[in-house]
């Protein structure tokens, strides 16, 4: 009997290891493409890129306190340096500093493309200011590169746009599917722009087939195994939801602390919920984001375990948790973001407060958050409520097979030699979350390669990647005739 059991077991060992090696060595390396030559990037963009990063159009916190001076200057630059985009697409302006350029297309069956970016930038903190290569607001072009805060995110965006624009007006192109260029001036804020952009939009029955907006970029040291250039291209938002967290007890002289105070409570209600882990699941476009870079991959094993998900989902959810980012591809992230109390040294506070901020995984709720939270500080003592404005819950995801994500990997077969497309949900939130409500098409991607420093130090652009970001917007314009 036992030897029957030996048998079977061997037997089903091996016909497991047998499809096991059989899907990794079905799986071939995604199809190789050879970019198209680039186009010359206008001399005068580089000089525009730096005009545009010397004006501080830096993001309020509250909006009703904008600095008027720097955001009306950007728009005497813009005005100026894209004489051909104000004659022929008509400007609208959004809550005064937002802006809809609308390209008219010659067919009106032809649903619009929007190509939408910020121009609006983070701070910087006057501490940092001296860590900088290069001044911040001073748009200093050295060694092929641009440097300053907006470089990156978002006026390569913007300014890579209109330099199309422009450029392929100079050329007499008009396009067939009618082209807005939709532009958020507080997108680092609240994002109202955005939001009253689409209303606008909405308001005259416009719907779109291609939203693009920044979210997504190409990688070349994300997944170390494989050595090919991954084209990173958003096609979902991970929701947002902030809750704060506050025990109140009795507090008294600290000569004479009771067992547990306030404090107490609440950083063991912070200690459980950080060490209890929110479950992890591969949502589709995590799968085919494993899927399509497998193949590439240059590790046996690595391959083995991500042509054969069905069987090695938990080492792939491992290898994944080790970074931050791969592991908040997996799960909902929960963390504390700040926690206040006590106003005094000798005094025991009565009361503790914490903020912690959630992103959730999509398929997710906010109540599911809540509910997790509960569960795990187990403790009635600490009250639990959600706050704040920008709440929203996980967006849609855009399908691999529609329309918009074809057109994406079109352009970037067509802009990075050798790249592999894959989709990726954003683990952060961009303005483009609200266009949603207006197309099926919204995909978050910028050409720009392992970009640096935005929100922080050094932000900067090389030349090579403005020419890149230049040509691929270009290339998508052009295209734009094609029914999709
Ligand atoms: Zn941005």
């Not at 995604?30 to 501080?56: G, N, R, T, Y």
């Not at 959600?386 to 994406?408: L, Q, V, Y």
Request: net charge neutral; hydrophobic share 40%; glycine share 6%.
């Amino acid at each position: 009997m036992l030897k029957k059991l030996f048998v079977a077991i061997s037997l089903l060992v091996i016909i497991l290891m047998g499809i096991v090696f059989f899907n990794t060595l079905r799986t071939k390396p995604w199809p190789s493409h050879k970019a198209l030559e680039m186009e010359a990037l206008p001399d005068s963009a580089i000089v525009h890129m730096s005009q545009a990063i010397q004006i501080a159009t830096i993001s309020p916190e509250d909006t009703s306190h904008i600095d008027t001076v720097h955001f009306d200057q950007f728009r005497t630059f813009l005005e100026k340096a894209y004489p051909l985009v104000h004659q022929h697409l008509t400007r609208t302006l959004i809550k005064n500093y937002s802006y809809v350029f609308e390209w008219k297309g010659t067919d009106s069956s032809l649903l619009p493309f929007i190509l939408m970016g910020h121009y609006d930038v983070v701070p910087v903190e006057a501490s940092a200011v001296k860590l900088w290569t290069a001044k911040p607001f001073g748009g200093e072009v050295k060694d092929s590169i641009i440097w300053g805060r907006g470089s990156v995110d978002d006026k390569s965006n913007v300014i890579s746009i209109l330099e199309a624009t422009e450029a392929l007006l100079q050329k007499g192109f008009t396009p067939k599917r009618t082209i807005l260029l939709c532009f958020g001036h507080n997108e680092e804020s609240t994002g109202t722009g955005a939001i009253e952009i689409v209303k606008y939009l909405k308001s005259k029955n416009i719907k779109a087939d291609l939203v693009l907006d920044e979210g997504g970029e190409i990688s070349t040291d994300k997944i170390k195994d494989v050595k090919r250039p991954i084209a990173m291209i958003g096609v979902a938002e991970k929701g947002y939801v902030t809750f704060e967290l506050s025990v109140e007890k009795t507090g008294g002289h600290s000569s004479i602390p009771a067992k547990e105070t306030a404090i107490d409570i609440l950083t063991k209600a912070l200690y459980k919920l950080r060490n209890k882990p929110t479950p992890s699941s591969l949502q589709t476009p995590v799968r085919e984001f494993l899927a399509r870079s497998s193949g590439s991959s240059e590790t046996f094993v690595n391959k083995l375990a991500m042509s054969n998900l069905w069987l090695f989902q938990f080492a792939v959810k491992k290898i994944l948790s080790y970074t931050p980012e791969g592991d908040a591809m997996q799960r909902t992230t929960i963390v504390p973001t700040i926690l206040e109390s006590g106003v005094r040294e000798n005094v025991i506070p009565t009361n503790a407060r914490a903020v912690v901020n959630s992103r959730i995984i999509t398929g997710e709720t906010t109540k599911q958050v809540q509910d997790f939270i509960v569960n795990a500080i187990d403790d009635e003592r600490v009250k639990i409520k959600i706050i704040g404005d920008f709440n929203t819950e996980p967006s849609a995801a855009t399908d691999i097979n529609s329309p918009a994500f074809k057109m994406m990997e079109e352009a970037v077969y067509k802009t990075v030699d050798d790249a592999i497309p894959v989709p990726f949900i954003m683990l952060g939130a961009t303005d483009s979350r609200v266009y949603r409500e207006i197309s099926n098409g919204v995909v978050n991607f910028a050409p720009l390669v392992d970009s640096k420093g935005y929100h922080g130090i050094d932000e900067r652009l090389p030349i090579k990647d403005f020419q890149r970001f230049f040509n691929f917007i270009t290339i998508i314009i052009k295209e734009s005739d094609k029914k999709l």
